[in-house]
């Protein structure tokens, strides 16, 4: 028996359906979730209205829990870390 398990960003929790979501940014983003570093339970819910032929969308960087991603992770560290190049809008941040 061969058990794999696949997760993304928190050693210590386990959430599946979250793992099952897509990244993007911009106004493709369509949920928002709580902190997973809190004793409430995690949700993860529609930030607008979804139609139905819509994929759901998570953020890796635009997050509540991204300590600050949001000004130092931009494309090419999603590349190196997820292995993909996000779809527009792409960031890049360089150092001043």
């Known amino acids: ?14 959430v599946p359906w ?3 979501m897509n990244h993007r940014n ?6 928002e979730s709580n902190s997973v570093k809190t004793d409430e339970p995690i949700y993860v819910r529609a930030s607008r209205n979804i139609d139905a032929d819509e994929q759901i969308y998570t953020t890796y960087n635009m ?5 600050g991603r949001a000004e ?5 560290e999603i590349l190196r870390d997820y292995g993909f190049v996000e779809n527009y809008p792409r960031r890049f941040i360089f150092d001043e």
Do not use: V
């Open 26 to 31: 911009g106004d493709y983003l369509n949920t």
């Open 1 to 14: 028996m061969i058990l794999a398990l696949d997760q993304r960003g928190w050693d210590d929790t386990f």
């Open 72 to 76: 130092t992770y931009g494309t090419p």
């Open 18 to 20: 979250y793992d099952m």
């Open 63 to 67: 997050c509540k829990d991204c300590k």
